[in-house]
């Protein structure tokens, strides 16, 4: 029997009984994580996407795990991965520090790497339910009712009117910011659930509202906002002025539109950028914008207007247009007027305008892009009643329109927001019909995704964190993005990721008190390098102070401290299977080497066979009971590998490892055991080499000392 | 609270190496606090027998589990039954628990872990010290709040004797002299004449020289064993 194990097989090997663990873990823990504050990049999240969950499994290389994470809320996890606004980093506790963490990056660099596992995943789902649903519309609100329905047992039919399902992400959004096959895996992944797809077929033109209503059990209307929205000023109508979404529409399924030499974009919203960036890519090297706003006030993301900006698109800040002026038929220009105000006092959209001050901005084509509104003419004469302005009633309560059986979600009915607010909505909406069906009341039992969150960081604890600046994502240049449209972002490579992945805090997933067992004594009180823990009857620890790192839980007298995301006891458990059986016929002393992810992560730096790493999210978690343990299953040394202490991602750990693995010492040696047997080591974590170099020379003392016969 | 420390390997070794079956049982309360008997140290310590074990090629299953006290039946209940499936107990309470366990677990034995030291308080972390011996009949107020039953090696009643030296006691220059340091606080305290007064000697039949103590409240005795009673009578065992 040999105890070799290959490098692929070890990593499965300790990534399987991760996973085995993880789900009774993360199980036992989940109430509890749910019963806390969130951490506030989770609570920003339209879907409570736990970010500090799965960024905490990319820092330990277990990737697939964090896609589970990931795509247990988000149906459209890989489209969220390119073009999400990601209200999660702007609400992240590092922004106190330096710089929020890169979580959109991150979680695209999870999406690619698990593209495989993602695809061996996919099956029909078993209709159980014997009841059927017909949703109309296939952008990320449709698509996620569709992802919910189908895994309750529900038989799912989708309609679109554009031949290839998505909605927005598939007809607007232009494919240098997301990429389709990026989009696609995300649609497979919903589709391959046994979704009975319909595209191009449009309700109202190919079949009518009152068809669908009959054959189904539910209907849901997830239409979005089709149509973009056009100015009342003189001159506008004819050729050489286009509409916002008909162009996108254009650009998308390949339709070269025509432009002229020089284009005017009106507007300065995000989608006004995605017009502007695309007029560029078909070649068109003068783009102007005019906007309301100013640079502050203008409602598009910062970093689009920057990128925009790069690629030589000028904007016109404060001018409103006034009137499209032609020669003949074709277009000459824009006659703009000075904006004065943009907000009234109580900050309501209000523009006003200075009549006196007018300039004249020439342009071959103008394109419209000033919002988007809702197509519902079909719903005309349809038990589904339409509100004077065109606004479909519903009920947000039940998401239920007037007609019974008949549910709405998405923009159609919230107005304009993000692709990840809209999949939120039909998560809401699929949880709706399903207690619609079940003939069960559904107010007050949709979820919501309103939740409290962990505060800011003190700042005694924010001088205590290292600023560490956030890892650059890499772009194509301006000059080479413009000439196509594929995109300009690459992603993280595996060592980027892991470091940015390392800069987390772990909000939220840091330490609880069982207070069953707690017995009031103070230490974690004296250990926590951050002032986390309180004791007062039991412990109580501050999440807002708690930096997850662990040290408090291997010195809890009373084993009463969980990580709330990470097992602290679970590498102890797996030590049995890392280890094998050991040969009693070996040349070479078998070594455990607890080894920091944080800097080098799971990077395969080689080690030899015989020393068997086991990687752990900072060796502060790591116990006596952990390093006598790994000597119980067979051992001839066992080893923690630290990172230097200027580099630790904590405060204050080093001192109290080394005593742990003194303590490990003294007892071995009560057992007649070398007390060498046992080391701490230090690695630069600079230098991945060192990690190998340190175990290597370690592992030869072992030699030396000779191997264990008992 | 009281203070134990754990015994070495080598005789807890001598003590359960001929059983097949060992649960090192921890107290959460006192002895965990000084880190001699809570769960963790009882979680090493089982794994240093099955260690032990494997060096004497003998099998031998070792576990380990805890409960908040030993020193109160109602907290065993739940864990009886487990109990019965041990060969021994190695209950690393104190002794308080030992015995307590021992009358409870009928042909099972319960062996101590740890050695139970002495009622103390945590001065620094990792630092136990000794400032009572439990004589049953409390003296504090006349010497500054210093026992000196439990804190001068001779337990005098009437101190300092010619051993001390430099605040220090003749048995150990680590040992501070009790009666160096009740002279000390009583000066401070503005009461020094108050150790003019010579103490008789004591009555030590409230301590150990008394024989074995209980403390039995009437107030709530009568109660409970009316209780008792009733509950006897409604199950008809008498
Ligand atoms: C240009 C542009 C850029 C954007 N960029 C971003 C971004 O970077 N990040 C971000 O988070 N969000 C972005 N958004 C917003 C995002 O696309 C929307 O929030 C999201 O698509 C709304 O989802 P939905 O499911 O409500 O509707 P939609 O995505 O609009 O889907 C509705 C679908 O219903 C179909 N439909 C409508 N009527 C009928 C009918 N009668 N019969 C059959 N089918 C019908 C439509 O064809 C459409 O496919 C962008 C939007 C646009 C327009
Ligand atoms: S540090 Fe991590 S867990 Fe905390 S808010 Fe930022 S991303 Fe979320
Ligand atoms: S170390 Fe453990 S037992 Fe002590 S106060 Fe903290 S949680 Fe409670
Ligand atoms: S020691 Fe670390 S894990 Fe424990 S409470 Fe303090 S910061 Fe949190």
């Known amino acids: 029997m040999s105890d070799v194990i290959s490098k692929d097989e070890e990593h499965e090997m300790s990534a399987d009984s991760a996973v085995e663990k993880k789900g009774t873990h993360l199980e036992r823990m989940a109430p509890v994580k749910d019963s806390r504050p969130y951490s506030p990049c989770r609570a920003a999240c339209p879907v409570n996407t736990d970010v500090q969950a799965y960024v905490g499994f990319i820092a330990q290389g277990r990737y697939n795990e964090a896609f589970e994470v990931i795509r247990s809320v988000n149906p459209i996890a890989s489209v969220c991965s390119m073009i999400c606004h990601h209200p999660c980093e702007q609400s992240c506790r590092r922004c106190n520090v330096d710089e929020p963490l890169a979580v959109r990056p991150l979680k695209r660099f999870v999406l690619e790497s698990t593209t495989e596992y993602r695809r061996n995943k996919r099956k029909l789902?078993?209709?159980?339910?014997?009841?059927?649903?017909?949703?109309?519309?296939?952008?990320?609100?449709?698509?996620?009712?569709?992802?919910?329905?189908?895994d309750l047992g529900y038989q799912v039919s989708i309609y679109e009117r554009h031949p290839v399902l998505g909605g927005m992400l598939a007809s607007a959004i232009p494919p240098y910011r997301l990429p389709r096959k990026t989009l696609q895996e995300d649609i497979d992944d919903v589709i391959s659930k046994g979704i009975e797809?319909?595209?191009?077929?449009?309700?109202?033109?190919?079949?009518?509202?009152?068809?669908?209503?009959?054959?189904?059990?539910?209907?849901?209307?997830?239409?979005?906002?089709?149509?973009?929205?056009?100015?009342?000023?003189?001159?506008?109508?004819?050729?050489?002025?286009?509409?916002?979404?008909?162009?996108?529409?254009?650009?998308?399924?390949?339709?070269?539109?025509?432009?002229?030499?020089?284009?005017?974009?009106?507007?300065?919203?995000?989608?006004?950028?995605?017009?502007?960036?695309?007029?560029?890519?078909?070649?068109?090297?003068?783009?102007?914008?005019?906007?309301?706003?100013?640079?502050?006030?203008?409602?598009?993301?910062?970093?689009?207007?920057?990128?925009?900006?790069?690629?030589?698109?000028?904007?016109?800040?404060?001018?409103?247009?006034?009137?499209?002026?032609?020669?003949?038929?074709?277009?000459?220009?824009?006659?703009?007027?000075?904006?004065?105000?943009?907000?009234?006092?109580?900050?309501?959209?209000?523009?006003?305008?200075?009549?006196?001050?007018?300039?004249?901005?020439?342009?071959?084509?103008?394109?419209?892009?000033?919002?988007?509104?809702?197509?519902?003419?079909?719903?005309?004469?349809?038990?589904?009643?339409v509100d004077e302005r065109g606004r479909v009633?519903?009920?947000?309560?039940?998401?239920?329109?007037?007609?019974?059986?008949?549910?709405c979600s998405g923009e159609v009915v919230t107005g304009p927001g993000s692709a990840i607010a809209a999949a939120a909505s039909g998560h809401r909406s699929a949880m709706a019909i399903h207690l619609y069906l079940q003939g069960e009341n559904i107010e007050g039992r949709l979820p919501s995704y309103e939740k409290e969150k962990i505060p800011q960081l003190p700042s005694e604890v924010v001088e205590r964190i290292t600023k560490e600046p956030r890892m650059k994502i890499k772009h194509l240049p301006p000059e080479t993005r413009c000439s196509s449209f594929t995109a300009f972002e690459f992603n993280y490579d595996e060592e980027e990721a892991l470091k940015e992945a390392g800069r987390c805090r772990g909000c939220g997933g840091g330490a609880v008190v069982d207070t069953k067992k707690c017995m009031a004594c103070l230490t974690c009180q004296r250990v926590c390098p951050y002032g986390a823990p309180v004791v007062t009857s039991v412990s109580e620890i501050r999440p807002e102070y708690c930096q997850a790192c662990g040290l408090c839980a291997p010195e809890c007298p009373g084993e009463a401290i969980s990580m709330v995301s990470y097992d602290v006891r679970e590498f102890r458990d797996a030590l049995p299977s890392v280890i094998g059986s050991v040969d009693p016929k070996r040349q070479d002393p078998v070594i455990v080497a607890f080894l920091c992810s944080h800097h080098v992560g799971v990077l395969g730096f080689s080690l030899p066979e015989n020393i068997r790493k086991v990687a752990v999210h900072c060796t502060s978690r790591i116990d006596?009971?952990?390093?006598?343990?790994?000597?119980?299953?067979?051992?001839?040394?066992?080893?923690?590998?630290?990172?230097?202490?200027?580099?630790?991602?904590?405060?204050?750990?080093?001192?109290?490892?080394?005593?742990?693995?003194?303590?490990?010492?003294?007892?071995?040696?009560?057992?007649?055991?070398?007390?060498?047997?046992?080391?701490?080591?230090?690695?630069?974590?600079?230098?991945?080499?060192?990690?190998?170099?340190?175990?290597?020379?370690?592992?030869?003392?072992?030699?030396?000392?000779?191997?264990?016969?008992? | 609270m009281i203070i134990g420390s754990q015994k070495p390997i080598d005789e807890i070794w001598s003590m359960v190496k001929d059983f097949k079956k060992v649960l090192v049982f921890a107290c959460n309360t006192c002895v965990a606090i000084c880190h001699a008997g809570g769960e963790k140290e009882a979680e090493t310590i089982a794994t240093l027998l099955r260690m032990r074990a494997g060096q004497e090629g003998k099998s031998m299953e070792v576990n380990f589990a805890s409960v908040v006290r030993h020193c109160e039946p109602e907290y065993f209940e739940p864990v009886m039954e487990e109990l019965q499936k041990y060969d021994l107990i190695l209950s690393t309470a104190c002794g308080v628990g030992v015995n307590f366990l021992s009358d409870r677990t009928g042909k099972i034995p319960v062996y101590p872990g740890i050695n139970t030291s002495f009622y103390g308080a945590v001065e620094s972390p990792g630092n136990f010290v000794e400032l009572c011996a439990g004589c049953g009949n409390c003296i504090l107020h006349l010497t500054g709040g210093i026992c000196p039953i439990a804190r001068c090696s001779k337990t005098l009643?009437?101190?300092?004797?010619?051993?001390?030296?430099?605040?220090?006691?003749?048995?150990?220059?680590?040992?501070?002299?009790?009666?160096?340091?009740?002279?000390?606080?009583?000066?401070?305290?503005?009461?020094?004449?108050?150790?003019?007064?010579?103490?008789?000697?004591?009555?030590?039949?409230?301590?150990?020289?008394?024989?074995?103590?209980?403390?039995?409240?009437?107030?709530?005795?009568?109660?409970?064993?009316?209780?008792?009673?009733?509950?006897?009578?409604?199950?008809?065992?008498?």
């Not at chain 1, 003949?328 to 009234?344: A, H, N, P, R, S």
Request: net charge neutral.
């Open chain 1, 125 to 150: 789902v078993e209709k159980t339910k014997g009841k059927s649903i017909g949703i109309v519309g296939s952008g990320p609100s449709g698509l996620t009712a569709a992802n919910d329905l189908a």
């Open chain 1, 197 to 385: 797809v319909r595209t191009g077929c449009e309700i109202g033109r190919d079949i009518t509202i009152s068809d669908i209503i009959s054959k189904h059990d539910a209907v849901l209307l997830a239409l979005g906002l089709s149509q973009s929205r056009s100015l009342n000023i003189p001159g506008v109508d004819g050729p050489g002025v286009l509409l916002a979404i008909p162009f996108l529409e254009d650009v998308a399924f390949g339709r070269k539109p025509a432009l002229g030499g020089r284009v005017l974009v009106i507007g300065g919203g995000n989608v006004a950028m995605d017009v502007a960036r695309s007029a560029r890519r078909l070649g068109v090297n003068n783009v102007e914008m005019i906007c309301l706003e100013s640079a502050e006030e203008m409602p598009a993301w910062k970093w689009e207007v920057d990128e925009a900006v790069e690629e030589g698109i000028s904007i016109h800040h404060r001018w409103g247009p006034k009137a499209v002026s032609r020669e003949g038929d074709k277009v000459k220009g824009l006659e703009v007027v000075k904006v004065t105000q943009v907000f009234d006092t109580n900050g309501r959209f209000s523009p006003a305008f200075d009549n006196n001050q007018t300039k004249f901005i020439e342009a071959d084509t103008i394109i419209i892009t000033i919002g988007q509104m809702a197509n519902v003419s079909f719903l005309k004469d349809s038990p589904v009643q």
């Open chain 1, 393 to 407: 009633v519903w009920d947000p309560k039940t998401h239920m329109s007037s007609a019974r059986g008949v549910f």
């Open chain 1, 624 to 710: 006596v009971n952990d390093l006598l343990k790994a000597l119980e299953c067979g051992a001839d040394g066992v080893a923690v590998v630290r990172c230097s202490s200027a580099t630790c991602k904590y405060k204050g750990i080093e001192n109290r490892v080394k005593a742990r693995v003194e303590r490990t010492k003294q007892l071995v040696s009560m057992l007649g055991m070398e007390a060498g047997r046992v080391g701490i080591l230090t690695a630069d974590s600079n230098d991945v080499a060192s990690y190998s170099s340190v175990c290597e020379e370690f592992a030869n003392g072992i030699r030396q000392m000779g191997l264990r016969t008992r």
């Open chain 2, 157 to 238: 009643m009437n101190g300092p004797c010619g051993g001390t030296n430099k605040g220090k006691c003749e048995i150990s220059p680590d040992v501070d002299c009790a009666w160096y340091l009740i002279v000390e606080r009583m000066k401070k305290l503005g009461n020094l004449e108050k150790l003019a007064e010579i103490q008789p000697p004591r009555n030590w039949s409230t301590s150990r020289d008394g024989g074995p103590r209980r403390v039995s409240l009437e107030h709530i005795r009568a109660y409970e064993e009316q209780e008792e009673l009733k509950s006897e009578t409604a199950g008809g065992k008498k």
